[in-house]
Every structure is written in C-alpha cells, then in structure tokens.
C-alpha cells in the first residue's frame, strides 16, 4: 500500500515535471479579411527547441488587398520596424532584410492560404515584453497581440 501510494507520487511528479519542460511550442492563428487576427494573446515557451508559428488566412481577400503574415519583435521595437517593414516592400513579405528586430516572420498570405515557420525558442527570453504584429502596411495597429514567453 505504502509502496504503491510512493508510486503514484512518482507518477504524478514525473508527469508535471515533464509537461514543464515542454511547455507551448505552437502558435497558430488566423487571419480574416476584417484586417484581425483570431487572438490577442499567444503563449509559448523559451525552452522549446523549435517554436511553429502557423497562420491561417481565413478570408478570401487577395494577398495584394488583405495580405497577412506573422512577425515575432519585441514590444519596444514594434513601432520602429512595423514603419520600416512598409519600406521593405510586398516582394520582401513587408519585413526589412536581415533586421534583427524581427525574431521571426511568415511570408504574407492571402485569402484561403496558409503558412508555417519555425525558429528556436532560445531566439526568446522567458518573461520578455513581446508582440506578434502583421506588417502588411496599415495593419500593424490592429493586428497585434501579446506573445507571454514562459521558461
Ligand atoms: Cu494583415
């Protein structure tokens, strides 16, 4: 019994520990042709070795009218890069080249598309300031949300 009830203690922490170290490692969204993604908030985790950022474009707007895409800055850059991403153009995917201010970027999409990158959770910082945005000129003030980095 005592042995048993030892057991289950092992189990359960066994469990929780691992469900930590995993943690979230996806984050996927949608885009509409109402220029607004599907969440205000995404949560994943530093310790990821590879994070999926998936977008959905569930509208059915061409990506020269309603174009969307994902990019992954810190908050205290959004302003500064969603201005310059409006520079670097449609054939850049509205994301200036090698811009270290964007952690990470989709391509931009249109109605009915989708799309997926990946990139290594160790390009964040657990408990960082941090704000998924689309860079498609215009859409930066309202498409944005919160990313929560966790450990
Ligand atoms: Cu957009």
Redesign the pocket.
């Known amino acids: 019994m005592k042995l048993t009830r030892t057991l289950v203690a092992i189990a359960l922490f066994g469990a929780a520990g691992l469900a930590q170290a995993a943690g979230n490692c996806t984050i996927s969204l949608k ?1 509409d042709d109402a ?1 607004k993604f599907d969440l205000k908030e995404a949560t994943v985790s530093a310790g990821c070795a590879t994070i999926t950022v998936e977008l959905t474009h569930t509208g059915k707007l061409p990506a020269a009218a ?4 994902v990019v992954i800055t810190k908050t205290a850059d959004l302003a500064g890069l969603a201005r310059d991403a409006i520079k670097a153009g449609a054939a850049k995917s509205y994301v200036p080249e090698g811009d270290a201010r964007a952690i990470a970027h989709t391509k931009i999409i249109g109605g009915g598309e989708k799309t997926k990158i990946t990139f290594p959770g160790k390009a964040l910082t657990a408990g960082g300031d941090y704000t998924f945005f ?3 000129p215009g ?1 930066s003030t309202l ?1 944005k949300g919160k990313l929560v980095v966790t450990k």
Request: net charge neutral; glycine share 18%; proline share 0%.
């Open positions: 885009g220029m309603m174009g969307h895409n689309c860079s498609f859409h498409m």
